[in-house]
């Protein structure tokens, strides 16, 4: 079936670098793609979105990329702090059927940023 | 707004027993979601409701998974009888439904399920 993956489970940075985390989907028809960031002992938290009409769009030090030729999505956080250590998601809005609305999950990446 | 609500935050019960699980969505928001979230699987959707209304229930994964919203402020997931793989976070979350293109689901704290 068709799911949302991710290149690298985890990715460990130093303070202050830039992070840069990786999706893949193989869902062409998905349209919206959301990334969320869960601390642990918390629930997902929405930090960013794209439409599949966009190429770039740009947060408070996060940037999405979304590249519809390969199907990938990265994530860029600037000047990686601590506090965002975290399990970082993609999701894909699937938007066909009877599941237009639903986000489907990708397996996540734990992002550890070092001192 | 406090967010969504979930309770209880940890569940521990046996092999067997019934388990509730309880959710809060955002006023105003149209559409209530329930997932799951294991090492293992990841974050999976067990079922979502748009007013009130269950739409898609094919993540449920056996029969003895029920869920219910008999109103807009109020929803239970139902695991009966409950099985140690049941074991997991589960997540409550809801987004408003009146832009289809705006699709940030908000979510709750999680219920930490253990059977044991």
């Known amino acids: 079936g068709e799911s949302v993956g991710l290149h690298l489970p985890t990715l460990s940075v130093q303070e202050g670098d830039n992070s840069i985390i990786n999706c893949a989907y193989s869902?062409?028809?998905?349209?919206?793609f959301i990334w969320y960031k869960q601390e642990s002992g918390k629930g997902p938290q929405f930090i960013i979105d794209i439409r599949s009409n966009m190429d770039k769009r740009q947060g408070q030090r996060v940037t999405v990329l979304l590249n519809k030729t390969v199907k990938h999505l990265s994530l860029q956080i600037a000047a990686t702090q601590p506090g965002d250590s975290a399990v970082y998601f993609c999701?894909?809005?699937?938007?066909?059927?009877?599941?237009?609305?639903?986000?489907?999950f990708g397996k996540g990446t734990k992002l550890s940023v070092k001192p | 707004d406090a967010g969504v609500i979930q309770s209880p935050r940890h569940e521990v019960t046996e092999m067997g027993q019934e388990v509730t699980l309880r959710c809060k969505p955002i006023?105003?928001?149209?559409?209530l979601f329930w997932y799951r979230q294991t090492m293992m699987r990841g974050l999976e959707l067990l079922i979502y409701f748009n007013n009130n209304v269950p739409i898609d229930d094919s993540g449920m994964p056996e029969d003895r998974f029920s869920a219910k919203m008999p109103n807009a402020s109020f929803s239970t997931l139902k695991i009966q009888p409950s099985e140690p793989r049941d074991s997991a976070v589960y997540f409550c979350?809801?987004?408003?439904?009146?832009?289809?293109?705006?699709?940030?689901?908000?979510f709750g704290p999680g219920t930490r399920l253990t059977v044991l």
């Open positions: 869902n062409s028809a998905s349209d919206y």
């Open positions: 006023s105003g928001h149209d559409y």
């Open positions: 979350a809801s987004r408003a439904g009146t832009d289809i293109s705006y699709n940030e689901q908000f």
């Open positions: 999701a894909e809005r699937a938007n066909y059927g009877g599941s237009q609305g639903n986000l489907i």
